[in-house]
């Protein structure tokens, strides 16, 4: 197809998701009601199996978390915008670069970021990327497979392509000061807000099912003095289902843009992760001051390096 203008770009890749997303949730679905299929035929049968688990108990289960994903990645798109429009309006972030043309590519990396969501649950039955598979190199590979990159030029292709890479990995790799690195910090801020919401939403409308650490009952230790130091904490550290709650706040510690503190302190979002567990370790109002005062001093400029992008 050859490559097309930004904006075409954007309105073909809004169009592409829709359809992508419609076509692995009814791929996943027909799996689900085989595998259904498959387990009633070995009971008739007198072969008695195991219940089905997780996503694969019923195509609705299926379905369900599929289209949980989809919408993750629609408010993405809006946050991932409206990082970028604060981004290209801040001298101190954006320099003799195309503002325009930046909030469009941020839009497209949003919408690209977990495609690979979708094979990974209906390979893996998990979101969880321990289970073998990283989703944000299923995603890139996704571009490929797809042939979206085609629609870009060569230099948005590799932006693009190494900030949907990079959205998960613990320190992104791209170098300073490049469009790359920008994108890449964009879909960061972005994903974490959305993450942040679902987190702290009271509803269970939009909770995953999946996350499978259930030791345990109590906060570690460690992780709680390593949260109060500004920690950046790794799924690997996490040993318990409390643990999430503090490795939920260290997100905060690899926040980029100013536009995003905002956002979380707008939203109270620290104090609604720690809330429900207050009284169940004596330093969690420390976890909170300690993650307030790096807020507002982000949001004070005290620490923003100048002409970062
Ligand atoms: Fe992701």
Not at 127 to 143: C, K, P, T, V, Y
Not at 161 to 186: C, F, L
Not at 271 to 283: M, Q
Request: charged share 25%; aromatic share 8%; with cysteine.
């Amino acid at each position: 197809m050859g490559e097309l203008s930004i904006c075409d770009a954007l309105e073909r890749v809004r169009l592409w998701f829709g359809e992508f997303s419609s076509r692995n949730i009814e791929l996943g679905a027909a799996e689900a009601r085989e595998r259904i299929r498959l387990r009633e035929a070995m009971e008739a049968r007198g072969e008695p199996q195991p219940p089905l688990a997780g996503v694969w108990e019923s195509e609705e289960a299926l379905r369900r978390n599929l289209e949980l994903k989809c919408e993750h990645t629609l408010r993405v798109v809006r946050n991932a915008r409206a990082i970028a429009e604060s981004v290209a309006a801040d001298e101190r972030f954006f320099r003799g670069a195309d503002g325009g043309h930046e909030i469009a590519v941020a839009q497209i990396v949003a919408y690209l970021h977990d495609a690979g969501r979708f094979g990974q649950l209906r390979r893996n039955g998990t979101f969880s990327d321990l289970a073998g598979e990283n989703h944000a190199a299923l995603s890139a590979q996704a571009i490929r497979d797809e042939g979206l990159d085609e629609w870009f030029s060569e230099e948005d292709a590799s932006a693009i392509a190494t900030a949907v890479a990079q959205h998960n990995a613990y320190r992104v790799d791209a170098p300073a000061g490049s469009r790359a690195m920008m994108h890449a910090k964009i879909i960061r801020d972005a994903d974490k807000l959305d993450i942040f919401g679902i987190m702290t939403d009271t509803g269970a409308a939009r909770k995953y099912t999946l996350y499978n650490n259930e030791s345990g009952g109590a906060f570690s230790d460690s992780l709680v003095a390593a949260v109060i130091g500004h920690a950046n904490l790794r799924y690997e550290d996490i040993k318990t289902l409390e643990d999430w709650a503090l490795f939920n706040v260290s997100l905060i510690y690899d926040i980029n843009y100013p536009k995003s503190f905002e956002e979380i302190k707008r939203n109270g979002y620290v104090e609604k992760i720690v809330a429900p567990h207050l009284g169940r370790h004596p330093l969690l109002p420390e976890v909170i001051r300690s993650a307030n005062e790096y807020i507002d001093g982000k949001l004070a400029g005290s620490h923003l390096p100048a002409n970062n992008i």
